[in-house]
């Protein structure tokens, strides 16, 4: 099976595993996933995609003064981001779906100030 043109060969790619990608969308294959970011080591967001690059491009990460890195949720010390490709149509979305539901990252709960432990 031929591999795909980006610099990108995780053992897996073909979604098998979950990869940290270093870089951000700069070398994110333009491939379907489900992505988690961890802001300063803690899960905040799931989300999925159908063009892994041009998404994490759309979360618009990016380097800020000094040693931080500016997010739409804030300017944190690290940014790290997970991703697990998939073959199949449809494969990424379930997958987002189930981790949203069993996880709870906050990032996922904007609206529902009850699922983040506030006050209704």
Same mark, same amino acid.
């Given at each position: ?15 098998? *595993? ?6 951000? @969308? #700069? ?14 080591? #803690? ?7 159908? @063009? ?14 000094? %040693?931080?890195?500016?997010? *739409?949720?804030? %300017?944190?010390?690290?940014?790290? $981001? *997970? ?7 449809? @494969?990424?979305?379930?997958?987002? $779906? ?15 100030? =009850? *699922?983040?432990?506030?006050? =209704?």
């Amino acid at each position: 099976m031929k591999r795909p043109a980006f610099q990108f060969y995780p053992a897996d790619w073909r979604g098998s *595993k979950w990869v940290r990608l270093e870089g951000g @969308d #700069q070398v994110a294959p333009r491939k379907p996933a489900c992505y988690a970011i961890y802001l300063d080591g #803690q899960l905040s967001y799931i989300g999925q995609c159908g @063009d892994l690059a041009k998404r994490l491009s759309a979360h618009g990460i990016r380097l800020g003064y000094g %040693s931080s890195v500016i997010t *739409k949720w804030g %300017s944190f010390a690290s940014v790290v $981001i *997970k991703a697990r490709f998939a073959d199949r149509l449809g @494969d990424w979305a379930m997958r987002e $779906i189930r981790l949203i539901d069993r996880l709870q990252p906050p990032m996922n709960c904007v609206g529902s100030v =009850a *699922k983040r432990g506030g006050a =209704a």
